[in-house]
C-alpha cells in the first residue's frame, strides 16, 4: 500500500495512576527527521520512542508531543528543607543585630519562603510508566499510519489517472507522426510541381528529402521509453511500500522523453499534445513528494 508523508495520530491511555497522551504529525522530508517534546521526567524513553516510530515510518518530518498526569492522590510529598530554613534563620537574626532591629521571626512566616516546604513527586516505578508510554507511543502510531495510509490511497488513484491520461497522449503523438510525413511528402511534391511545372520529378529525391525529414523527427525511442516508464509508474504503484524516491527518478526520466519530443517537433498538434505531457508529468513529480 502507498502511504503519504503527512499524518496525524493521537492515543490517551489511563492505566493505574497515570495518564500518558502522545499526539504526533508529520509533513514531508527527504529523510525521517523526528522532534519530540517529552516532559522532563520522562526524558529518558526519548531513545525508546525514537526506536519505536522507525517500526511505523520511513520518512517525513514528524513531531511528537508527550504528556502525562499522575492521577494518584499519594503521588506528591511534601518535602522540608530544614538547612535552608537554617540558613533563612541565621541572615535574618543578622539583619536584626546588625540595624537594631527586632527580630519577630516566628515558625508560620519562616515555612513561607521560598523553598522550605517544597511538594514533590514520589519516585515512580519506570518500568510501570514506560508500559504505560510505550502503548500510547504506538497507539498513537497505528492511528498516524491508518491517516498516511488513507491519504495514499488517494494519492495513488490520482497518480493513476494522471499516467492513464499521460499515455492517451502517448498514443496520440505514435498515430500523429506518420501523418506529419504523409502531409510533408505531399507538400514537398506541391512544392517542386510548382516550381518545375510540366518537368518530370525526380521521386527517388523526394524520397531522400522524406527520410530524412523523417528520421529528424522521430520519437519513436522516446515514446517506448515513455511507455515503458508510466507502466513502470503503475507497477511500482501497485507494489506499494515506501517507494517516494524509487517514483521520483521514473518521473525525472519521462521528463527527459517529454523534452525530447518537444526538441523534435515540428507540428502544433504535437507541441501542444507534448506540453500537456509535460505538465502531467510535473504534477505527478508534485504529487509523488507526499508519498512516503
Same mark, same amino acid.
Given at each position: ?179 506529419? *510525413? %504523409?502531409?510533408?511528402?505531399?507538400? @514537398?511534391? $506541391?512544392? /517542386? ?6 518537368? =518530370?520529378?525526380? #521521386? ?65 498538434? *504535437? %507541441?501542444?499534445?507534448?506540453?500537456? @505531457?509535460? $505538465?502531467? /508529468? ?6 509523488? =513528494?507526499?508519498? #512516503?
Amino acid at each position: 500500500m502507498i502511504k503519504s508523508m503527512t499524518g496525524f495520530g493521537r492515543c490517551e491511555v489511563t492505566e493505574g495512576q497515570w495518564k500518558m497522551t502522545v499526539e504526533m504529525k508529520a509533513v514531508n522530508h527527504r529523510y525521517l527527521d523526528v522532534s519530540i517534546k517529552i516532559p522532563k521526567k520522562l526524558s529518558f524513553f526519548e531513545n525508546a520512542i525514537r526506536n519505536m516510530l522507525k517500526e511505523y515510518m520511513e520518512r517525513g518530518k514528524v513531531d511528537v508531543f508527550v504528556s502525562y498526569e499522575n492521577l494518584s492522590e499519594t503521588g506528591f510529598a511534601l518535602k522540608y528543607n530544614e538547612q535552608l530554613a537554617g540558613q533563612y534563620l541565621k541572615y535574618l537574626n543578622q539583619i536584626a543585630q546588625t540595624f537594631g532591629l527586632e527580630n519577630d521571626i516566628r515558625v508560620s512566616s519562616l515555612s513561607r519562603y521560598p523553598e522550605v516546604f517544597v511538594m514533590e513527586e514520589e519516585d515512580t516505578d519506570e518500568k510501570e510508566l514506560g508500559t504505560v508510554l510505550e502503548k500510547a507511543v504506538r497507539g498513537a502510531c497505528e492511528k498516524f499510519v491508518e491517516a498516511r495510509v488513507s491519504e495514499g490511497a488517494h494519492l495513488k488513484q490520482d497518480l493513476v489517472d494522471k499516467l492513464d491520461q499521460m499515455g492517451g497522449y502517448v498514443d496520440y503523438i505514435e498515430t500523429r507522426s506518420p501523418e506529419i *510525413i %504523409s502531409e510533408y511528402r505531399a507538400k @514537398l511534391q $506541391t512544392k /517542386i510541381h510548382d516550381l518545375l511545372q510540366d518537368a =518530370q520529378i525526380d #521521386e527517388g529525391r523526394i524520397a531522400t528529402e522524406v527520410t530524412l525529414f523523417a528520421d529528424k523527427i522521430c520519437v519513436d525511442e522516446e515514446l517506448v521509453r515513455l511507455r515503458s516508464h508510466i507502466k513502470a509508474m503503475k507497477d511500482v504503484l501497485g507494489t506499494g511500500g515506501s517507494v517516494g524516491r524509487k517514483l521520483d527518478f521514473i518521473a525525472q526520466e519521462m521528463n527527459r522523453e517529454a523534452n525530447t519530443i518537444l526538441s523534435k517537433s515540428n507540428d502544433l498538434s *504535437i %507541441s501542444d499534445t507534448g506540453i500537456n @505531457l509535460k $505538465t502531467d /508529468i510535473e504534477k505527478v513529480r508534485e504529487q509523488i =513528494q507526499n508519498i #512516503e
